[in-house]
Each structure stands twice: as C-alpha cells, then as structure tokens.
C-alpha cells in the first residue's frame, strides 16, 4: 500500500504545474476519504529529494535580476499574478515535504490532515492564478520567476521546529501581511477573477498560518519549551531579517500567533 510519505513523494518530483497539484489534489482526496472511512492510510517513512522537481519554465533569476515592473500597469498587474502563481507552486511543495522530511518524528493523525489541506488548498491556489493568466493570453512558465524560494525548506531541511517557525509562522503570515494591498489593486483595475482568487487564497492561507502555530506550540509543550522564546531562536538562526512591518494583527491573531511572536524581531531587524 501506498503510504502518505510515498505519496508526498510522488508529489514532490513531479516537475510540471499542473499535473503536480492535480496528484496533489488526488492525493489529498484519498487521505482525507480513508480517514473519514477510519481506515487511514499509514504515514510510513520516505526521503523527499532535496528540491522538488520543477518544469524547465519558468526560468528562475535571482531578486535583483527580475525585470521591475509597475504595479499600476497591466504589465505589472501580470508579473504579480504570475509570481503569486510561483509562490503557490512552492507552497505545494512545501507541504507535501514538510510531510515527509519530518516523517520520523511520530505526530498525532490531526497534523498530517492539516498539511495534507493545506498542500490540496495550495494545489486549487496555484490552479486558480494559472486560470487567470490564461485568461489573459499568458500562463505559467511564460515570465521568470524568483529563485531562492526553495533556501528557507533547505536551511530548515534537519530542524522541524524551524520548518514550523519559518515557513507557517513567518512566510505564510508575511502572505496575511500582503494580500490585502494585492486585492486593493486588482480592484481598481476590475479584475473580478483575480479578486476571487485572491479572496480566497486570503481567506484560506489564515488556516495554514494557524496549523504552523498549532503544531509549533505542540512541539514546544512536548519539549517543555517557551513557545516565544524558541520562536525567537530559530527565527534568528534561520531566516534573520524576515520580519517587517507593516504587520495584519488581526489576521495573525485569528491565526494564534500574538504580536509577541513578531514585534520584538521587528525591532531587532530595525535596529
Ligand atoms: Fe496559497
Ligand atoms: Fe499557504
């Protein structure tokens, strides 16, 4: 029988877009149907490649080669839906590997089901942006995209608790951070598709930021650690300089994760 981490896996080299989140979104139905049957499928143990497989488009350059674009145009309009549509394709990514990669470490079945949502709402994220830039004449793969957006799962690839603090509760939450501002802009230019998709990119990615929460408290309290303070900690050793202002309180709290968490490392980037 297939377990979870084979499939996480399977998810994860396999290279082109489309067909990545349609096995992820298939993955993702079978889990959540054997669980619901109470016959879930066993976790087991499988080794993720150390980068997922990626299509040969689009090219990736690093932040400072990305043509600038403004944001105003619809140039730049474009350029942003095809980015968030990469950042989306990471996410899959993400979650199907932070399923495998940390496999050895026993974990109640409620975790797996929150990843294994996670990836699945990524998957229809990713599919939604790419339906936008088809209907613009575009698709995925036809711009360059950021490279690097794999460094945070490399440098956190041996520690879990860094994997729960930087990706969740640090990358996901700067997306809350965001969003608002990006459904501002593709409002003013009328763009109903994209505000959907955006509407519901935002109202899910709460969910993603509070299962990184959950889990991170989780692991503190079995260690019998200050959640705060080894937050802190790993945030500096992984991923120093990664949290800005201006910050949505609101949505960050609905996601469990309290000013606490973030000012004072605000502060000390400010400095
Ligand atoms: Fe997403
Ligand atoms: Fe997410």
Redo the contacts with the bound molecule.
Sequence with gaps: MTTLAQMAVEVLTTADGRAKTALSRRHAAAWGEARQAGTPIPVGRASPPPRPARPAHPELLSPREMPKRRPGTEAGRLAMLHAVAH??LN?VDLHWDIIARFSGTPMPPGYYDDWVKAAD??SK?FNLLCDCLEARGSHYGALPAHAGMWQAAEDTAQDFMGRLAVVPMVLEAR?LDVTPGMIALFRKAGAEDVIAALET?YA??VH?VAYGAKWFHFLCGRDNLDPVVAFHALVRRHFPGGTKPPFNEEKRAEAGLPPDFYWPLAEENAR
Excluded: C, D, K, L
Aim: glycine share 10%.
């Design positions: 950042i989306e996410a709402e990524e994220h997306g990119i899910e990615e993603h």
